[in-house]
């Protein structure tokens, strides 16, 4: 059984998250020293509670570089009205975000691991900011009464955990897939996922998709 996802929690913490990543920026801009304390300082969140999110100063800045070339939802949906188009848009961004900063995206996952590693492999120390969850929730808001909370949970950790840079990098690294054919790939997945959930167009055999 899926678990709900807690958007008030998860919203809080997104939040929390922000505001270290915003401050960290401005103290980049000022050319201050970077680091969770200062981080922390500068939002008015206490240190312990920065630390739950961010270990050392270079994950910190890493991700405040990385979070500033994200795109408001509205954005990146634009004026598209159909569920598919709408998820496809937020994986294309995913996709194009993490192709285009793939040295920091690298980077961000080898600290990332380290962390696992520092903390016993507890993947409960390790905060990640979850920014596909809500994207992909709000891609998929036209249909969610259709779907009902349920359906529309499993789709949104299933569309979570097949993009982002851990997909796009297990295509390169692991498929040895060019660019071009690692979008194709992943667009073929996310479709069949889609097809297992959304309703089929009126007049089309699913397997003909």
């Not at 240190?47 to 570089?65: C, G, N, V, W």
């Not at 009205?81 to 080898?110: G, H, I, K, N």
Request: with cysteine; net charge neutral.
């Amino acid at each position: 059984m899926v678990q709900a996802i807690d958007d008030g929690r998860a919203g809080q913490k997104a939040r929390t998250r922000g505001a270290l990543l915003a401050a960290a920026r401005r103290l980049m801009d000022e050319g201050a020293i970077v680091s969770v304390t200062t981080a922390a300082e500068a939002a008015g969140i206490s240190k312990a509670t920065a630390y739950r999110y961010f270990s050392d100063p270079q994950t910190l800045t890493i991700e405040a570089i990385l979070d500033a070339r994200m795109q408001p939802i509205e954005v990146i949906l634009g004026d598209a009205t159909d569920p598919r188009e709408r998820v496809q848009r937020v994986r294309r961004f995913l996709f194009a975000l993490t192709r285009d900063s793939e040295a920091q995206f690298r980077q961000f996952m080898a600290r990332s691991m380290e962390f696992w590693l520092a903390h016993g492999g507890n993947a409960v120390e390790m905060v990640r900011g979850g920014r596909r969850l809500p994207m992909y929730r709000e891609a998929l808001a036209p249909i969610a009464d259709v779907l009902g909370p349920e359906k529309l949970d499993r789709l949104v950790l299933m569309l979570a955990a097949t993009s982002g840079m851990e997909s796009f990098l297990a295509l390169k690294d692991v498929c040895r897939l060019d660019d071009t054919t690692a979008d194709a790939t992943a667009e073929a997945i996310t479709d069949a996922l889609l097809d297992r959930f959304l309703p089929k167009p009126s007049g089309t055999d699913a397997a003909e998709r």
